[in-house]
């Protein structure tokens, strides 16, 4: 299994590359580890493996080790997509280090629905009616909880369905709503004054004693909601986030180009603009965000390589 598990490193290579990776140690990396599983006699990757490599040399610096086990959890998602009797998903945060991206919890539509329609039970009842609108916001256009809060009044004009938001670096974009977006903060928006007499004139988003909310305090009711739902992480993946709605978001809609055959990379680079990424680069971490959509850009590549549409 050697040999294919090298034939599967130089596509998941390629096929990195021609996403506009740079790769400077990677190949190096992934070359040694499956040399130390060829001299340990094993055909497949496996998570202990692969921790007891990345941990190598002794002495070596947590962040070095994080990012050795970065590079062949990366490999390993890749040949899980193409053979998963060959690899397993390797969980995050093994190696703890601020390199280690989370793996994102990508929720289903359904999963979507049961969270806004539970997060109205919670009392008293503008609190649940504030918690249920913002997860709807962020599911459906992706943005940012701190943005979602940060909202004023005079950002979002529910008439012309655009919403005028403030991202990282106080760089603004505008985003636009859907039609059935734009009517849900419009019932919000009246429900949420009627409920809340005194409050601030500004934010758009409100308590129940009236006052701009805090992100905390969002995050703990949405934590209580998927326990209460028995949302559990799934494996290599930890526990549910409001902020995955973003990354379900990014995902979702790059899943829907590969799938529909669109332009990708006009995909990607609109998509950094909605998200307000600072660079391109980072919305295109969701394209190995999933095993599945994975799968899809091997396809497209593998597709467009048999036509000759990429240099070989």
Do not use: C
């Not at 998570?47 to 947590?62: H, K, N, Q």
């Not at 990508?106 to 008293?124: K, N």
């Not at 950002?155 to 859907?178: C, F, N, Q, S, W």
Request: aromatic share 8%.
């Amino acid at each position: 299994m050697t040999t294919v598990l090298n034939d599967y490193e130089q596509e998941y290579l390629r096929l990195r590359r021609l996403m506009g990776a740079t790769l400077h140690a990677h190949e190096g990396l992934i070359s040694g580890f499956l040399l130390s599983l060829e001299t340990a006699g094993q055909g497949a990757i496996t998570v202990e493996a692969a921790v007891a490599w990345a941990v190598l040399p002794t002495g070596a610096s947590p962040r070095w080790r994080a990012y050795r086990l970065a590079v062949v959890r990366g490999f390993a998602a890749y040949v899980h997509a193409r053979n998963p009797a060959l690899a397993p998903i390797i969980p995050a945060g093994l190696i703890p280090s601020k390199v280690v991206h989370a793996i994102p919890y990508i929720y289903t539509p359904r999963q979507t629905v049961e969270l806004m329609d539970a997060a109205l039970s919670l009392g008293p009842p503008a609190r649940g009616l504030t918690v249920s609108t913002v997860i709807g916001l962020m599911a459906a256009t992706g943005m940012r909880i701190g943005e979602a809060l940060a909202l004023d009044l005079e950002d979002v004009d529910l008439g012309a369905g655009v919403i005028m938001v403030t991202g990282k670096y106080g760089k603004e974009r505008l985003v636009p709503l859907h039609p059935s977006t734009a009517g849900a903060l419009a019932g919000y928006l009246s429900a949420s004054r009627d409920l809340v007499t005194a409050r601030d004139p500004d934010a758009f988003f409100l308590t129940y004693i009236g006052t701009r909310p805090h992100p905390g305090n969002l995050q703990t009711a949405f934590r209580s909601l998927t326990t209460d739902l028995g949302l559990t992480p799934r494996p290599g993946a930890g526990p549910p986030r409001l902020h995955d709605f973003r990354h379900t978001f990014a995902t979702e809609s790059l899943t829907e180009a590969y799938r529909g055959g669109a332009d990708a990379d006009a995909r990607i680079a609109v998509l950094a603009t909605y998200l307000g990424h600072v660079s391109p680069a980072s919305t295109y971490w969701y394209l190995s965000s999933t095993p599945e959509l994975l799968a899809l850009v091997t396809e497209r590549v593998q597709t467009a390589q048999t036509h000759g549409k990429l240099l070989s």
